[in-house]
Structure formats: structure tokens, C-alpha cells
């Protein structure tokens, strides 16, 4: 079964921190990984996109890293600022046009 | 605008009735997606559109769910008898041409309308 899992399923930081989200998945045949931030009442944001071959994607203070053989996946956040505070939706698509989003990672900076 | 817009942003309806969803896609996307969002969960996929056709209808629940893109621009989806179980936020997306293969293409998510159906 495809299946996309996120952890934590929430998760409090102190400003400036650094954390790291993970996704497992066992979507198959991997096409891409992607990870989106989705602020409340918003449509999530496209962060990061790693196709098989890209092992790490920066965008600014965002780092997905993909580890295609053990099917894991990682976005590290450095210095977080109190805009980081949101969820974290690490999506895998199969294929052509199939996408498996995981539940996200509810994130909460605080001052 | 640039982005994706969607209308209403919220929908309150009774259980039976007819409701209809509207989406603009960013212009020139050729690619639309249609997406159901429960509280606390991930979006999860109804529909996929390349231009005007729906190339995976896979993920619509049942029957009672229609969507549409006559012009290959805006979509509208459908939902006949609503029940307390649609409640949800429906999420649109877009993108240049839809991913095929192992090429990338950044989706554009809507802010979303939230349905109610008491």
C-alpha cells in the first residue's frame, strides 16, 4: 500500500532553534518527494522538490535531504523564526500525476 | 491575480443539497488538481485535469462528486446530496504542465474553500 508517514506529529521549538522533520514512505515507482509548508488557513507551499538522483535540496534555511533506498526523507530547519511556525507536509508522487501526502508536521516556534 | 484563487472561501450548506466549488487556476497552467483537506490531516487527492479533460478521476469518493474544466482554465467541482462527511476544506492546485515521469513541476495550492454541511 502507498503510504506517506510524517513525525513528529507536533513539535515546540524555542526561536532560533534548529529541528529536523522526517517522512517515510513506500510509494512506488518513486517519481519525486516534496515538501510543502501549509500556514493556518492557507494552501500549502512548495518548499522543496528532490526527484530520485538529489540526495539534498537547500531553500534558504530549509534542507530536505532523500534517501531513496531506505525511502526516507528529511527537511532540517536552522535558525527557525517565529514564521516557520506552520505544518510541514512531506508529499511522494507515483508514477504519472499520482500524489501521497503524508498528515504533516504541526510546528510551533515560540519567542 | 497571480495566484490560485478559489470561491467561496467558506460554504455552509445543509445535509441533501447541491453545492458547487470554484477554482481559477494560475493562466497558462494547463495542469489542475482538486484536493479534500480534513482537520488535521493531509490533502488528500479527488481529481487530476489536463486541460480540459479529467486525465485521473481516481480519487472522487463516489458518484456524488463531479468536476468539470470546460475551457481548460477554470474547474468546478461538484457535490450532489451533501452529507455531514464532506465537511472538509477543498483545496485547488495548478501547475505549468503536470508532472509526467520523473520530471518536476511546482504545484500552486488556492487558500481553500471550507465546506460545512450540518
Known amino acids: 500500500k502507498n503510504q506517506v508517514e510524517q513525525s513528529p506529529q507536533s513539535l515546540i521549538i524555542l526561536e532560533g532553534k534548529n529541528c529536523t522533520l522526517q517522512?517515510?514512505?513506500?510509494?512506488?515507482?518513486?517519481?519525486?518527494l516534496r515538501w510543502y509548508k501549509q500556514d493556518t488557513g492557507r494552501g500549502p507551499v512548495s518548499l522543496t522538490i528532490?526527484?530520485?538522483?538529489?540526495n539534498t535540496k537547500s531553500n534558504g534555511r530549509y534542507t530536505a535531504t532523500l534517501d531513496a533506498d531506505t525511502k526516507q526523507s528529511s527537511l532540517h530547519i536552522t535558525a527557525s523564526q517565529l514564521s516557520d511556525s506552520a505544518s510541514y507536509i512531506c508529499?511522494?508522487?507515483?508514477?504519472?500525476?499520482?500524489?501521497?501526502f503524508g498528515s504533516g508536521t504541526k510546528l510551533n516556534v515560540k519567542p | 491575480g497571480a495566484g490560485v484563487s478559489q470561491t467561496p472561501s467558506n460554504k455552509v450548506t445543509e445535509k441533501g443539497k447541491y453545492v458547487e466549488l470554484r477554482c481559477d487556476p494560475i493562466?497558462?497552467?494547463?495542469?489542475l488538481y482538486w484536493y479534500r483537506q480534513s482537520l488535521g490531516q493531509g490533502p488528500e487527492f479527488l481529481i487530476y485535469?489536463?486541460?480540459?479533460?479529467?486525465?485521473?478521476d481516481s480519487g472522487l469518493p463516489n458518484d456524488r462528486f463531479f468536476a468539470v474544466r470546460p475551457e481548460g482554465s477554470v474547474s468546478t467541482l461538484k457535490i450532489q446530496r451533501t452529507e455531514r462527511g464532506d465537511s472538509a476544506v477543498y483545496l485547488c492546485?495548478?501547475?505549468?504542465?503536470?508532472?509526467?515521469?520523473?520530471?518536476?513541476?511546482?504545484?500552486?495550492f488556492g487558500p481553500g474553500t471550507r465546506l460545512t454541511v450540518l
Open positions: 492546485a495548478s501547475s505549468l504542465t503536470g508532472t509526467s515521469g520523473r520530471k518536476t513541476d511546482t504545484q500552486y
Open positions: 517522512c517515510n514512505y513506500t510509494v512506488s515507482p518513486f517519481s519525486n
Open positions: 528532490m526527484t530520485f538522483s538529489e
Open positions: 508529499v511522494v508522487s507515483a508514477g504519472f500525476n499520482k500524489f501521497y
Open positions: 493562466s497558462g497552467h494547463t495542469a
Open positions: 485535469f489536463q486541460g480540459t479533460g479529467a486525465a485521473d
